[in-house]
């Protein structure tokens, strides 16, 4: 009888023993996952899409960037409808759609790496006659690439309605080397 009950004993000994490890074991394995996800986030790429105003004039630029610590592999950069550089229309390769940046894939865009793309002046897009199917301004731009085995879409919505109004930096070194020049102009 005692034996019976010492065995009876050790079994829920043995199976609270077997239930703790088992959990210990989905822990470490969450943890490991969570480590690798994090060592993941740190190394991967980061494409950034941003409009912004160039210091000194009033045009409006996208910046697309690699803000990440490795290369995007086959980045593949899509615009959702048609944008005409400068507002002209009637001059089709200012199709922004259909430059080498938005129709054909990049290899490889590294760390640090920057493409910089001319919008248009701000008195063009903003205008109250601005063909919105010209110069539209909001549109998607959609980044698909592939960094360690994974492929990532993202989505990038381009609002440009906020810079109305807005103007760029300004340099005062710039500026009082411009008041230089008028001066030295009228002389």
Do not use: C
Not at 95 to 120: H, M, T, W, Y
Not at 123 to 146: G, S
């Amino acid at each position: 009888m005692i034996m019976e009950i010492l065995t009876g004993i050790l079994v829920l000994i043995t199976a609270t023993y077997a239930y703790l490890t088992h959990r210990m074991a989905r822990a470490s394995e969450a943890s490991v996952e969570a480590v690798r996800q994090q060592s993941e986030d740190v190394l991967r790429p980061y494409i950034i899409i941003s409009p912004f105003i160039r210091p000194q004039v009033l045009f409006l630029y996208l910046r697309i960037a690699n803000t990440g610590r490795t290369g995007a592999r086959n980045l593949r950069l899509t615009l959702d409808r048609d944008f005409f550089q400068w507002g002209e229309s009637d001059k089709p390769n200012n199709n922004l759609r259909k430059r080498n940046v938005f129709s054909l894939p990049i290899d490889n865009f590294p760390p640090g790496a920057e493409i910089l793309v001319a919008l248009g002046q701000g008195w063009v897009l903003f205008d109250e006659k601005a063909n919105p199917n010209a110069t539209p301004v909001q549109f998607n731009i959609t980044a698909v690439y592939e960094f360690f085995g994974k492929t990532v879409e993202e989505i990038n919505r381009i609002d440009l309605r906020p810079y109305l109004g807005t103007e760029g930096e300004h340099d005062p070194l710039v500026e009082e080397l411009e008041r230089i020049r008028k001066v030295l102009e009228k002389k």
